[in-house]
């Protein structure tokens, strides 16, 4: 399957910048292992300086190698049981989780979605241990990852995101990916499957996650490796599900788990055992990433629960929580409230005080609640950066002689952050000399006070603060506002890119589209050598409807032809109109042998889809040419041609049947 979404759309959003993509370590640890000269020593090095990385690596390898054998405990060990394909996208994945934590997109709930897919990845790695139709390791990210389209969409379009999905809870009926499709002319399964594949996740990988939602699209054949893994991607999701839906809700959802479980092979006793052991895991890992988990019963338990409330012998409700919102975490910044520059209160600032001296930070605490700032503090360096990246200051002040990380550590390691590069930071310092400041300053300091405090020269030295900050969230404005601009002119210019390649009767890509969609499966048939076939179809008599019923009739009976064309097709065929009343389909990797049954089945399905109209059904039938590439063609015009030769022949033999103008089978392709 070629990726479904347009690849110049794709390289284009990557170009705006705005894609989530790895950052920091662990787009260094990525590249590392991109480039095939770098050593294993060099990799564990970088690995080591981000040790956030390190643990959940080596918990990572411990996952894999059992709890009877000797625990993992270093980088270059837990190295060698991942193997460098896991490791980079571990890094990978786990990068994505720390920057993307949080974003602006209202609706969208951040820590939700990482744990739903932190659940979704571990159920990955636990199903395919079982199925052994992937490394184990590797398919971890996969799951971790499969809907990485949402977080995609909710960064790209944070506001028009929120509308749409507030739109799903008022529609409930239409999909997300409509709606999605109907506000960005994208939806999330294109766009992650093509950010998978742009990660370099292989094709074994990236096309189930695209088919994961709707597995019955993807016509693998049963018990394919693509078919394993995308139902197993389905049952993932599922667990997911489970394990996040309401206590009194889980019962009811496992009659389903138990039928999505039967398509990967597992009866219920492996389901139950395999999502036992995902929730242990979950509990394991939410603490390691500090995502919030929940407890979930065996799902036994669950399953007994949910078959007697099917059979009715429940007859007390379950406990139903009073709070419908325990649980669900507490909105970062939301107890201290949010710093509103255009507000009466515009003066007060979230001030973070990371100092070891206990008497200090409540002198400079008291000066600053004078003015009414709002004061958080930390005893020293580790817990300071704990909270900068939790409550998210506007200003800090911080101590520059602290025991353990000193305050010059701490600046340098916030601004390597995300988060901790916009904090104004202001050092508290007794060693003015001139070299010492240079270093303050070289390392993201934004200004210094000398000790002992004096409360004058703090206030001043907050004011000018203030003013910088205010400066920064003006910028920040602006630069949101011509994000936002920009993404609504892609938007917009995507949708008239739609409209030009779309036919509005049917639906349809035209002819347009046609012309340069056979272009490209042309080059991938020469590429990969493999067969490439066309048919032209054209409905018979047509113009008889519209002389006896009237264009509107005409028309209607186009779209009946339409959708019983669409209907016989497989996944992989490409249907355009291409002219009043004929249609081309593209078949790639598809010999003349297929292509002839194919198109069997589409004469077949028009014939036997009339048309109801006021009572009575108005038959049509349609001829259909069929052409394979041989080695003679030289371009995909020649195709259209013989396939449009073929159509002549069906037409004078009778019409309603199909033909092909090829004497005999064309051999393998062999490119000019
Ligand atoms: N209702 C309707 N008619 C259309 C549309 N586009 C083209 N047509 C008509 O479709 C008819 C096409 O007829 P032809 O393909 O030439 O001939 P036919 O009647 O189908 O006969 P055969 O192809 O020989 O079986 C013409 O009368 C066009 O005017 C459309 O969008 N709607």
Redesign the pocket.
Known sequence: MALPINIAKFEHLKASGDLPSPKGVALAIIRLIQDESSAIGELARVIKTDPAFVGRLIKAANGLVGYNRRAIASVQEALLVLGLPAVRTLALGFSLLSSYREGSCKAFDYDRFWTGCLVQGLAMQAITQRTRVAAAEEVFCLGLLARVGELALATLYSVEYDKVLKRTLEFRDISLVTLEQQAFALNHRELGAAMLADWGLPRVFHEPAYFAEAPEEAGYSEGSREYVITRSLGMAAYVADVCLAEERERPNLMARLFAIGAEVGFDRATVNEVCDGVVQEWQAWGSLLELETRVVPSFEELATKGEELAAGLKAEAPPVKEDAAAGAPLPVGDEIGAFDADSASSRAMRVLIVDDDASMRAFVRKILEAVGHQVIEAPDGRSGMEMALEFQPHLMIVDWIMPGISGIELTRALRQTKIGRGVYILIMTSLEADERLIEAFENGVDDFMSKPINPRVLAARLRAGQRVIRLQQELDRDREEIRRFAAELAVSNRRLQEVALTDA?TGFPNRRYAIERVQQEWQVSSRNRRPLSAMVI?????????DSHG?DI??AV?KQVAGAVKGALRAQDVVART????FLVICPDTGLDAALACAERVRFAVENAPLLLEGRLLSSSV?IGVATRDNVMKEPDSLIKRADQALYLA?SKG?NCVMTAQASRPGPVVPP
Do not use: I, P, T, W
Request: cysteine-free; aromatic content about 10%; glycine content about 14%.
């Open positions: 009767l054209d409905v018979d008599m047509f113009k008889m409807y519209n264009h005409g028309d186009l002219g009043g009343d004929e001829s037409k019409r």
